[in-house]
């Protein structure tokens, strides 16, 4: 308590209004102009590190989610950007197509179009 009254024992004291106080004679500073900045707008202030990021209301964060080719398994890429995927898409399915074509009847020849 003794500490509490030292601390604020020295009060400010109130003083006039502004209407009373002596006239300088010099202009006022005046703030600068505001400009529009051009670009998109920045945010209001960076975030931590360790704060999280607004989620909405429902919704679940995909920030731990592991994504997975599902075609391969692989953890580097999911099936959209699957590379041997894409690149191979045209050739398993007429590779499957051409085996299954020869083994019910080994005796016919295909003809298959490799354009898809």
Not at 42 to 50: E, L, P, Q, T, V
């Amino acid at each position: 308590m003794e500490t509490y009254l030292k601390a604020y024992a020295y009060a400010l004291q109130p003083i006039n209004g502004s209407h009373k106080w002596r006239k300088s004679g010099i202009e006022p500073v005046l703030s600068p102009v505001e400009k529009t900045m051009l670009g998109k707008l920045k945010k209001n202030r960076r975030k931590a590190i360790n704060e999280s990021k607004k989620v909405k209301h429902g919704q679940l964060s995909r920030a731990s989610l592991i994504m997975r080719c599902r075609k391969y398994g692989g953890e580097c890429h999911n099936r959209r950007s699957c590379l041997q995927l894409n690149t191979t898409r045209s050739e398993t399915f007429h590779y499957t197509f051409l085996k299954l074509a020869t083994n019910t009847n080994p005796n016919v020849t295909m003809y298959v179009n490799n354009k898809v």
